[in-house]
Protein backbone atom coordinates (compact mmCIF):
# COMPACT_ATOMS: atom_id res chain seq x y z
CA UNK A 1 0.00 0.00 0.00
CA UNK A 2 2.78 2.35 0.64
CA UNK A 3 4.27 1.64 -2.68
CA UNK A 4 1.51 2.51 -4.07
CA UNK A 5 0.54 5.46 -2.24
CA UNK A 6 4.18 7.06 -3.20
CA UNK A 7 3.74 5.49 -6.95
CA UNK A 8 0.21 7.80 -7.46
CA UNK A 9 1.99 10.57 -5.71
CA UNK A 10 4.52 10.83 -8.28
CA UNK A 11 2.26 10.07 -11.22
CA UNK A 12 -0.51 12.97 -9.71
CA UNK A 13 2.85 15.13 -9.43
CA UNK A 14 3.95 14.11 -13.16
CA UNK A 15 0.25 14.75 -14.64
CA UNK A 16 -0.22 18.43 -12.43
CA UNK A 17 3.18 19.48 -14.28
CA UNK A 18 1.97 18.81 -17.22
CA UNK A 19 -1.49 20.24 -16.85
CA UNK A 20 -0.18 23.72 -15.17
CA UNK A 21 2.55 23.55 -17.97
CA UNK A 22 2.57 27.15 -19.40
CA UNK A 23 3.18 28.10 -22.66
CA UNK A 24 5.96 30.05 -23.55
CA UNK A 25 4.87 33.02 -26.53
CA UNK A 26 7.77 34.56 -27.94
CA UNK A 27 7.71 37.51 -30.23
CA UNK A 28 10.03 37.56 -32.96
CA UNK A 29 11.03 40.59 -34.99
CA UNK A 30 13.63 40.60 -37.90
CA UNK A 31 15.15 42.77 -40.57
CA UNK A 32 14.08 46.13 -39.12
CA UNK A 33 16.92 47.81 -41.12
CA UNK A 34 16.55 51.04 -39.43
CA UNK A 35 17.66 54.20 -41.57
CA UNK A 36 17.40 57.26 -42.59
CA UNK A 37 13.59 58.59 -43.16
CA UNK A 38 15.19 60.44 -46.32
CA UNK A 39 15.83 56.72 -47.93
CA UNK A 40 12.73 55.38 -49.69
CA UNK A 41 14.06 51.96 -48.49
CA UNK A 42 13.58 52.49 -44.59
CA UNK A 43 11.52 56.07 -44.85
CA UNK A 44 8.80 54.03 -42.32
CA UNK A 45 11.33 52.02 -40.36
CA UNK A 46 11.71 53.65 -37.34
CA UNK A 47 7.53 54.20 -37.44
CA UNK A 48 7.46 50.37 -38.04
CA UNK A 49 9.40 49.45 -34.87
CA UNK A 50 7.45 51.94 -32.89
CA UNK A 51 4.14 50.08 -34.19
CA UNK A 52 5.43 46.73 -33.25
CA UNK A 53 6.83 47.62 -29.67
CA UNK A 54 3.35 49.09 -28.76
CA UNK A 55 1.55 45.65 -30.50
CA UNK A 56 3.92 43.39 -28.27
CA UNK A 57 3.47 45.76 -25.10
CA UNK A 58 -0.37 45.47 -25.42
CA UNK A 59 0.03 41.68 -25.42
CA UNK A 60 0.21 40.60 -21.83
CA UNK A 61 1.23 37.18 -22.32
CA UNK A 62 4.33 37.72 -24.36
CA UNK A 63 7.01 36.20 -22.71
CA UNK A 64 10.20 37.82 -24.45
CA UNK A 65 11.23 39.15 -27.63
CA UNK A 66 13.97 38.63 -30.04
CA UNK A 67 15.37 40.37 -32.53
CA UNK A 68 16.85 38.50 -35.42
CA UNK A 69 19.13 40.49 -37.51
CA UNK A 70 19.54 43.30 -40.14
CA UNK A 71 18.12 45.42 -37.15
CA UNK A 72 19.84 48.81 -38.78
CA UNK A 73 20.14 48.82 -42.52
CA UNK A 74 23.95 50.92 -42.86
CA UNK A 75 26.05 50.02 -40.17
CA UNK A 76 26.09 53.59 -38.50
CA UNK A 77 26.12 54.44 -35.10
CA UNK A 78 23.50 57.10 -34.91
CA UNK A 79 21.18 54.51 -36.06
CA UNK A 80 22.23 51.75 -33.47
CA UNK A 81 21.32 54.24 -30.92
CA UNK A 82 17.78 54.49 -32.77
CA UNK A 83 17.24 50.98 -32.68
CA UNK A 84 18.73 50.70 -29.29
CA UNK A 85 16.38 53.79 -28.10
CA UNK A 86 13.24 52.72 -29.63
CA UNK A 87 13.42 48.86 -28.09
CA UNK A 88 13.89 50.23 -24.64
CA UNK A 89 10.37 50.82 -24.55
CA UNK A 90 9.25 46.86 -24.86
CA UNK A 91 7.36 46.02 -21.59
CA UNK A 92 8.96 42.49 -22.09
CA UNK A 93 12.17 41.08 -22.14
CA UNK A 94 14.35 41.03 -24.66
CA UNK A 95 17.60 39.94 -27.04
CA UNK A 96 19.56 41.17 -30.53
CA UNK A 97 21.43 39.23 -32.70
CA UNK A 98 23.40 40.11 -35.44
CA UNK A 99 22.42 40.40 -38.88
CA UNK A 100 24.70 41.06 -42.40
CA UNK A 101 23.43 44.77 -42.34
CA UNK A 102 24.72 45.16 -38.34
CA UNK A 103 28.18 45.33 -38.17
CA UNK A 104 31.45 44.19 -39.66
CA UNK A 105 34.98 45.40 -39.35
CA UNK A 106 35.80 46.68 -42.77
CA UNK A 107 33.60 49.57 -42.22
CA UNK A 108 30.95 50.73 -39.81
CA UNK A 109 30.63 49.21 -36.50
CA UNK A 110 32.62 46.06 -35.56
CA UNK A 111 30.50 43.13 -34.49
CA UNK A 112 32.04 43.42 -30.49
CA UNK A 113 31.41 47.27 -30.44
CA UNK A 114 27.93 46.84 -31.36
CA UNK A 115 27.18 44.07 -29.02
CA UNK A 116 28.89 46.09 -26.34
CA UNK A 117 26.50 48.39 -27.38
CA UNK A 118 22.65 46.75 -27.26
CA UNK A 119 24.41 44.92 -23.80
CA UNK A 120 24.77 48.56 -22.24
CA UNK A 121 21.74 49.77 -23.43
CA UNK A 122 19.55 46.08 -22.58
CA UNK A 123 19.12 45.32 -18.85
CA UNK A 124 18.20 41.20 -20.15
CA UNK A 125 21.42 41.04 -21.96
CA UNK A 126 23.77 40.49 -19.91
CA UNK A 127 26.68 40.08 -22.06
CA UNK A 128 28.71 41.15 -25.18
CA UNK A 129 29.49 37.79 -27.15
CA UNK A 130 27.86 37.61 -30.61
CA UNK A 131 26.42 34.20 -29.40
CA UNK A 132 25.00 33.49 -26.45
CA UNK A 133 22.70 31.26 -24.58
CA UNK A 134 19.31 32.16 -22.78
CA UNK A 135 17.39 30.03 -20.13
CA UNK A 136 13.53 30.39 -21.02
CA UNK A 137 12.69 28.09 -18.23
CA UNK A 138 13.84 24.22 -16.45
CA UNK A 139 13.67 23.20 -19.83
CA UNK A 140 13.96 25.42 -22.45
CA UNK A 141 17.42 26.95 -23.53
CA UNK A 142 17.41 29.47 -26.19
CA UNK A 143 20.79 29.61 -28.39
CA UNK A 144 21.20 33.27 -30.24
CA UNK A 145 23.85 32.36 -32.74
CA UNK A 146 25.76 35.02 -34.94
CA UNK A 147 26.46 33.47 -38.84
CA UNK A 148 27.51 36.93 -39.98
CA UNK A 149 30.98 36.62 -42.17
CA UNK A 150 33.96 38.12 -40.34
CA UNK A 151 36.16 41.31 -41.44
CA UNK A 152 33.61 42.06 -44.55
CA UNK A 153 30.27 42.91 -45.07
CA UNK A 154 28.51 40.27 -47.42
CA UNK A 155 24.85 38.67 -47.50
CA UNK A 156 25.93 35.04 -47.06
CA UNK A 157 26.12 33.45 -43.86
CA UNK A 158 29.27 31.96 -42.13
CA UNK A 159 29.39 30.11 -38.91
CA UNK A 160 33.13 29.92 -37.86
CA UNK A 161 34.72 27.01 -35.98
CA UNK A 162 34.71 28.69 -33.24
CA UNK A 163 30.69 29.53 -33.40
CA UNK A 164 30.43 26.23 -34.34
CA UNK A 165 32.73 24.61 -31.34
CA UNK A 166 30.17 27.07 -29.14
CA UNK A 167 26.68 25.82 -30.50
CA UNK A 168 28.21 21.97 -30.10
CA UNK A 169 29.42 22.32 -26.29
CA UNK A 170 25.98 24.34 -25.93
CA UNK A 171 24.61 21.44 -26.91
CA UNK A 172 26.02 18.54 -25.20
CA UNK A 173 25.75 21.00 -21.95
CA UNK A 174 21.99 21.02 -22.36
CA UNK A 175 21.58 17.56 -24.13
CA UNK A 176 18.35 16.82 -21.34
CA UNK A 177 16.66 20.23 -22.28
CA UNK A 178 14.75 21.20 -25.06
CA UNK A 179 16.67 23.72 -27.45
CA UNK A 180 15.93 26.47 -29.41
CA UNK A 181 17.65 28.48 -31.72
CA UNK A 182 17.49 32.21 -33.21
CA UNK A 183 19.86 33.35 -35.76
CA UNK A 184 19.58 35.85 -38.59
CA UNK A 185 20.52 33.30 -41.35
CA UNK A 186 18.64 29.89 -42.15
CA UNK A 187 19.42 26.41 -42.76
CA UNK A 188 16.50 25.58 -44.86
CA UNK A 189 16.16 28.88 -47.02
CA UNK A 190 12.80 29.56 -48.05
CA UNK A 191 13.03 30.19 -51.74
CA UNK A 192 16.16 29.35 -53.61
CA UNK A 193 19.19 32.20 -53.62
CA UNK A 194 22.74 31.78 -54.35
CA UNK A 195 23.82 35.40 -53.45
CA UNK A 196 22.17 34.57 -49.53
CA UNK A 197 22.66 30.96 -48.59
CA UNK A 198 24.63 30.04 -45.88
CA UNK A 199 28.14 28.57 -47.01
CA UNK A 200 28.83 25.21 -45.51
CA UNK A 201 25.42 24.69 -44.38
CA UNK A 202 25.77 20.97 -44.15
CA UNK A 203 28.15 21.03 -41.59
CA UNK A 204 25.68 22.92 -39.45
CA UNK A 205 22.82 20.32 -40.28
CA UNK A 206 24.54 17.44 -39.24
CA UNK A 207 25.42 19.20 -36.23
CA UNK A 208 21.90 19.67 -35.70
CA UNK A 209 20.71 15.86 -36.43
CA UNK A 210 22.86 14.56 -33.72
CA UNK A 211 20.59 16.52 -31.07
CA UNK A 212 17.57 15.23 -31.34
CA UNK A 213 16.37 17.86 -28.55
CA UNK A 214 16.01 20.81 -30.73
CA UNK A 215 12.49 22.33 -31.41
CA UNK A 216 12.90 24.67 -33.88
CA UNK A 217 15.37 27.02 -35.49
CA UNK A 218 14.08 30.80 -36.36
CA UNK A 219 15.50 33.28 -38.99
CA UNK A 220 15.22 36.16 -41.35
CA UNK A 221 17.45 37.65 -43.80
CA UNK A 222 15.13 36.53 -46.97
CA UNK A 223 12.22 38.75 -45.55
CA UNK A 224 9.68 35.79 -46.51
CA UNK A 225 7.32 33.52 -44.70
CA UNK A 226 7.50 30.18 -44.81
CA UNK A 227 7.39 27.16 -42.29
CA UNK A 228 9.57 23.63 -43.22
CA UNK A 229 10.21 20.66 -41.60
CA UNK A 230 13.36 18.61 -42.15
CA UNK A 231 13.53 14.73 -41.68
CA UNK A 232 14.80 14.75 -38.19
CA UNK A 233 11.38 17.43 -36.91
CA UNK A 234 13.20 20.02 -36.57
CA UNK A 235 11.08 23.36 -37.56
CA UNK A 236 13.07 26.23 -39.68
CA UNK A 237 10.83 29.29 -39.23
CA UNK A 238 11.68 31.97 -41.93
CA UNK A 239 10.22 35.21 -40.50
CA UNK A 240 9.21 37.87 -42.97
CA UNK A 241 10.86 41.72 -42.60
CA UNK A 242 9.47 44.31 -40.60
CA UNK A 243 10.44 47.07 -42.79
CA UNK A 244 8.99 45.60 -45.78
CA UNK A 245 6.05 43.18 -44.95
CA UNK A 246 5.09 45.11 -41.70
CA UNK A 247 4.87 41.77 -39.89
CA UNK A 248 6.61 40.19 -36.98
CA UNK A 249 6.14 36.58 -35.60
CA UNK A 250 4.53 35.00 -32.59
CA UNK A 251 5.90 31.59 -31.88
CA UNK A 252 4.03 29.50 -28.91
CA UNK A 253 6.16 26.59 -27.24
CA UNK A 254 3.31 24.25 -26.22
CA UNK A 255 3.49 21.14 -23.64
CA UNK A 256 2.72 18.36 -25.50
CA UNK A 257 1.60 14.90 -23.30
CA UNK A 258 2.31 12.38 -25.96
CA UNK A 259 6.02 13.12 -27.52
CA UNK A 260 5.62 14.42 -31.16
CA UNK A 261 8.70 13.00 -32.51
CA UNK A 262 12.51 11.45 -30.78
CA UNK A 263 11.42 12.56 -27.30
CA UNK A 264 10.23 15.73 -27.89
CA UNK A 265 7.57 16.98 -25.50
CA UNK A 266 6.49 20.08 -26.88
CA UNK A 267 4.67 21.82 -30.00
CA UNK A 268 5.04 25.03 -31.95
CA UNK A 269 2.47 26.90 -33.39
CA UNK A 270 3.28 30.32 -35.00
CA UNK A 271 1.05 33.28 -36.58
CA UNK A 272 2.24 36.32 -38.08
CA UNK A 273 1.06 40.24 -36.68
CA UNK A 274 0.54 43.35 -39.02
CA UNK A 275 1.45 46.53 -37.40
Given at each position: ?35 SVTDDKTSDSIENLKKAIISVNK ?114 KNRHRTVIIFQHFPLMPPTEDKE ?80
Open positions: MKKFFIYVSILFLFLSATADAKTIKIAQITDTHIGQKDIDLVVFTGDNIDKSKMEDLEIFCKTIKKLKKPYYVILGNHDAYKAAGIAPKTYMHIVNKSNPYQKTDALSYAVTINDDIKALMVSGITPNIQSSHGFFSEETMAWIKQTLQREVLYADQYLYLLIRNPNILFLASGHYHTDKIQTDQNGITHISTPSLVNEKQYRIIEIEYAKTPLCKGKNYQIKTSLVDI
